[in-house]
């Protein structure tokens, strides 16, 4: 049995109780060593095997999962924050599939969450933008043409840039090419949660000169919106003149 696992965006205490339960009973554990907090090893029992999937192909990850199921061992695949946000676990699913290996997936906590926690900030505020885009720029993973970035920002709604910090400048330009201008909010957050976690606010003018203030050309979210920095209006849910299933909504004039 193969399990998926979502690592949470770094601190080790914001893997589900699930995921840490899954961690002690894994005969073999493959994680994603290049953005796993190595500290989650640490839930693995004595004798576990672990394997860095930095190292690997496609191809010797499905070797391993194989040898492992001939050995009747479950094998915990363990990718950063929610497997199914560029976890490319459905190249592995279908492997999984064509060679009738079972497995399931565990969700984790995805760093866009961990990032807006660290800004203490809301993604869907009323009157602001009830849309969160999570989206990456081009670069040597291609992206549909219809969803480069220049075209989602066209909407003007809550971003989170993934996988771009190296190509700020790029990523700055493709922003203001759409609704966002020079003075829209917008943040960097470096290694959401970690301990080396960075909070860069900022305008989306300024990204690309922060970026390399800082430093940060890789582990680092953009996020680009008003919703940042912006009055918003009250929530129906709890205003008290708002009939809900469970109250009666009362005037108060």
């Avoid at 976690?197 to 970026?211: I, Y």
């Amino acid at each position: 049995m193969v399990h998926f696992v979502g690592a949470g965006p770094g601190a080790p205490d914001l893997i589900t109780m699930q995921g840490v339960r899954l961690l002690r009973q894994a005969d073999t554990v493959i994680y994603a060593g290049s953005l796993v907090n190595p500290a989650l090893l640490s839930y693995c029992k004595d004798g576990c095997t672990v394997f860095n999937s930095a190292e690997l192909t496609l191809e010797q990850v499905i070797k391993i999962y194989l040898q492992e199921e001939e050995q009747h061992h479950m094998t915990v695949r363990l990718h950063t924050g929610d497997p199914s946000v560029y976890g490319a676990i459905q190249e592995q699913m279908d492997a999984l599939r064509a060679n009738s290996i079972p497995f399931r997936v565990t969700p984790g906590v995805s760093s866009f969450c961990a990032a807006a926690a660290a800004l203490e900030t809301e993604y869907t505020l009323p009157g602001v933008s009830q849309t969160v885009i999570l989206t990456r720029l081009t670069g040597k993973t291609p992206v549909p043409e219809r969803e480069s970035l220049s075209a989602l920002a066209a909407h003007g709604a809550s971003m989170v840039i993934f996988l771009s910090a190296g190509m700020m400048e790029s990523l700055q330009d493709a922003l203001l090419k759409g609704a966002y201008t020079a003075d829209t909010p917008a943040a960097i957050v470096y290694k959401a949660s970690w301990p080396e976690e960075k909070l860069l606010r900022c305008s989306v003018g300024k990204l690309s000169e922060l970026a390399h203030l800082h430093g940060i050309r890789s582990t680092a979210l953009v996020l680009a919106g008003d919703f940042l920095s912006s009055p918003y209006e009250r929530s129906c849910l709890y205003n008290p003149s708002f009939t809900t299933q469970y109250r009666k909504g009362v005037s108060t004039e």
